[in-house]
């Protein structure tokens, strides 16, 4: 048969997006590929220092400048695009998973699991987020693990309460109730029915959550608290090279433009997304 | 205005539970501070000291008592105002922290003060035009503001205001405040940088909330009976928007008592989250507990009064 | 024939569907309303008719633009105007009357200041001489407490009250064109008669012109001097209501009206007492909200009883809040009974579908009102038909595809429908997956719960014969809820007539009519609309009877 797989994608469902949210894609594509093929493209090995001036202007040898160090800025931003994308990625991911897994899990089961864990997750959400990640690093030193399990912990409240609430809406429609009179079990009810029925709307917060994390691990870097030396995310490059700011090196200025090009176009992306797959709850 | 027995019950029900999610977030932070790695006693003594030294000071210290005493002791504590003494100098928490949590409210009553009205105003007038150029242009900052770290931000101000400009100075505290001149140099740089932050958060938290109200049929029917734009949006969408924009800006300003941690060290000034990641960094746990309680307290607090404007204006829920 | 009205000519109004298309919804629509006429504009859903309505306002919904064509209120060209102009004319010259009146109402503001807001809004009046205008048409559209209920918020009065507030609202500027957009759609049958009655009284005072929308021809029936039926944004008849009744002259209206029709049925033959019965239930009890001492908060059925024979049909009939649907539920075990028994063919059933054997489960299965919610808007059809199958059956593969294509085969759907997802589909063809779902159980008991309320008259028939298709070739028994008598009549052996979750009146569906002995029952019966120009004017109910059951 070879219509049989006619899967709901946003294609078929007539959706279309506008030349703004196909730029934030063009963009987001671009740099995860960067990512994915950053090793083999750099320019020069990113730990070395291939120039005696440092905060080299842009030149045809250095398209980007070098840093404080004289280390060439375009391989230390193509390496950082790894860390940046890769951390933010593996942590938005553990997130939502956990969250939306966690957020189905209340809102269809409802009595007091559902209110324990949305009354103790409500708190923490009380703390601020970059404070809590700073704390929890200075305590156990940085490391690209602890990084990455201290940004999803940050995140998985926020993806609980979404997921929940859509959790919540779908579960009143009859579709399910019909799924549970026919005796269908708890799994089978969370994956089957809800699920599918939540992904367009949790797709679009885990994009948004992304960029949070983005920030919050940019912001950990530039306080010396996010990826260590010798290795570089974005936010440590600003870091390193902020004192050429003055000098007018553009040190600075690339891995700025490389973190604000990621998250505004993941924004710009998120925004212009059909309002249908954004809240299918509705 | 006459208000029933019931709005207050429910108003006091909604203090009732922040004191209990209070309560719940102590234990919480009491007992993640007890995980951090790493024992103070030997951090104070350093690598040299023997472990007969060690437990001394643990014993003096009260270390050595079970972790649930010691924390309702602390609760009891903070119950009645005594936040213990730091581990560290042996100062008491109270006066470390008085002056910091000054700075820190200044700080964000001011931005609180410039902010919150520009926020609103923007926000509820781009809702009001959705699609015309006010609106693109609030849309397109706002994207951009907080797509952006915040220490670009920062810096970015520091680059325009201090260097090109030369109108303020880069860094705010240790300048002499003397008269409302200086003092208005000396906040300026953080202020703006934190207004920034917030009023986009705000602006577009607002617009958002207003448009959903704009989608409903009775300001359709506001529409039909001839209203016009402003008086559909002002009358008969903002009041029923007025819950979700005061969470909006309940949320928002939550953050400026913790979330400034990037402009309290971009400008070098003094405030509670500064004092709080000083404090990690020295196993001062007294001092931990009690700026993160703080927080909690002030975030508790803020969202528990948007919730009762959310109440009080919505006539369903106060019969 | 004097100057009139209002005057359309050759309206056309586009609008641009999610996916970017463009269609167009009004093609080329013309008609005439003169001063003091009441038009009637009638069509299933889709017809274009709110469209219409909304366009002599000069307003279109987002995402729908007035194309071409023309459209004259008086002496104003409403096509040609700016929305400054148009926005002056809104409330004065024409005004409008929502479908939903408690959606219409904002929350948050007084009943009165939202009355009275036209006056201010176009600086008619003085505050004081709106507010006793205002009480004055309350009291013409007779309200209860009219000097007070303008102090109160909108969901503190009843849906019926607030239907018949926003008619104050809409004639307070005294305008010379009102537009009803299926203003009594939402409400119950004895409410709705009396707010046609005060709609009537109202707009037979003043010299207003109306518009009438509506899919409901016994309703228009009442109220409308000339009918003009749509279809797809096109005009099929138009015709003086008398006319478009009794002489329909196009095939469509004829078959609207054939719709009302009631269809004999055929009462299937009583077994015997001492057979056993497909469901028995006794002294049934359900409720909502926390238990405390065994019991809810919230009691909604109170020990109902009843028993269905095997191959007949039992209605369920009753209005908003009666209960009927927390019955299906209950029995389906989806609200478990906290007292009571309920027994099918024989063998007891668990209130908590939780423990019933999943045999039990498979031979009752319950169809829901919406199609549009009872089908998994992110699995195609064939998932959807295809686990029921796999659950109660275990069939897999290519046996599996053959049962679904049976399946489809038998409530009529084409197998190509199979690849498709349920938003791709009509509502009569989502009605009849919703069915074929419960179908592929092999089930022995349908509980359906008001399945053809939400469809257009002509869609609804088509899936009351499949019922009876289906039950012939399948040895089935309904349970069939709905708050429409006449579609109990047309399938039902049986009628409970329920009132506050309890069961007032028993009896066969074909003597209802005339042997119901219940007063509820007989106010329920008389309030239905009946399609004739004077049922209305001619009906006369004890007040006393409706003080009692009518919320109004």
Known sequence: MSMSLRLPTPARLGYSFNWVGRIGLAVILFWAVIAIIGPWITPYPTGEMVDFDYFGPVSQKFWMGTDYLGRDILSRVIMGARYTVGIALAAVTLACAGGVLLGMIAGVMGGWFDTLLSRLLDAFNGIPSLLFGLVVVAAVGSSIPVLILTLAAIYLPGAYRFARALAVNVNTMDFVTVARARGEGFAHLILREIFPNILGPVLADLGLRFVFIVLVLSGLSFLGLGVQPPNADWGALVRENIEGLSLGAPAVVFPSIAIASLTISVNMFIDNLPTRIRDRSA | MLRSATTWLLVGQRFGIAAITLVIVSFAVFFATELLPGDVAEILLGQAATPEAVAGL???????????WRFLSWLAGLASGDLGMSYVNNVSIADMLSGRLANSLRLAGIVTLVCVPVALFLGIASAMWRGSVLDRLVSMLTISVISVPEFMVATLAVLIFAV??????????????????????????????????????????????????????YVEMALLKGASRTRMVLRHALPNALGPIANAVALSLSYLVGGVIIVETVFNYPGVAKLMVDAVSTRDLPLIQSCAMIFCFSYLLLITIADMIAILSNPRLRR | MTEPLVCVRDLRIG?????????????????????????????????????????????????????????????????????????ALRGTEVSYIPQSAAAAFNPSKRIMDQVVEITSIHNLMPRAKAEAKARELFRALALPDPDTIGSRYPHQVSGGQLQRLSAAM????????????????ALDVTTQIEVLRAFRSVMGQGNMAGVYVSHDLAVVAQIADRI??????????????????????????????????????????????????????????????????????????????????????LGVIGESGSGKSTLARAIAGILPAYRGNIQLDGAELKPDLAQRSKDQLRRAQIVFQLADTALNPAQSIETILGRPLTFYHGMKGAKRAARVAQLLDMVHLPNALRHRLPSELSGGQKQRVNLARALAAD????????????????????????????????????????????TVEAICDDVLVMLKGRVVEALPAARMSAEAVHPYSRLLISSIPKLDTGWLKGLEQDPELIALFARR
């Open chain 2, 58 to 68: 643990r014993t003096a210290m009260g270390l050595d008592e079970p972790a649930i």
């Open chain 2, 164 to 217: 090109w400009l030369g109108w303020l100075p880069a860094l705010s505290y240790g300048v002499d405040v003397d008269s409302w001149g200086a003092m208005l140099r000396a906040y300026a740089m953080p202020v703006i940088t934190l207004s920034f932050v917030v009023a986009a958060q705000m602006i577009r938290m607002t617009r958002a909330a207003v448009i959903e109200t704009i989608n409903t049929p």
């Open chain 3, 443 to 486: 089930p022995e008991l349908i509980l359906c719960d008001e399945i053809t309320s939400a469809l257009d008259t002509v869609v609804a028939a088509a899936i009351l014969d499949l019922l009876k298709e289906l039950q012939r070739e399948l040895n089935l028994s309904y349970m069939f809820i709905s708050h429409d008598l006449s």
């Open chain 3, 15 to 87: 609008a641009t569907t999610d996916s970017g298309r463009k269609v167009e919804i009004i093609k080329g629509v013309s008609f005439d309303i003169a001063p003091g006429e009441i038009v009637a504009l009638i069509g299933e859903s889709g017809s274009g008719k709110t469209t219409i309505a909304l366009s002599l306002m000069g307003h279109a919904r987002p995402g729908c633009a007035i194309h071409g064509g023309t459209i004259r209120l008086g002496r104003h060209d409403v096509t040609g105007m700016t929305e400054r102009q148009r926005a």
């Open chain 3, 228 to 313: 003009i039926v749509l279809r797809g944004g096109v005009v099929q008849e138009e015709g003086t209501t008398e006319q478009i009744l009794t002489a329909p002259a196009h095939a469509y209206t004829r078959q609207l009206l054939d719709a009302f029709e009631p269809v004999p049925h055929v009462a299937a033959p009583k077994t015997g007492a001492q057979a056993r019965p497909i469901l028995q239930v006794d002294n049934l009890c359900a409720g909502y909200g926390a238990i405390r001492n065994g019991e809810p908060a919230a009691k909604i059925l109170q020990n109902v009883s009843f028993r269905l024979e095997r191959g007949r049909n």
């Open chain 3, 170 to 185: 809409a004639l307070i500027g005294d305008p010379q064109l009102v537009i009803f957009d299926e203003p009594t759609t």
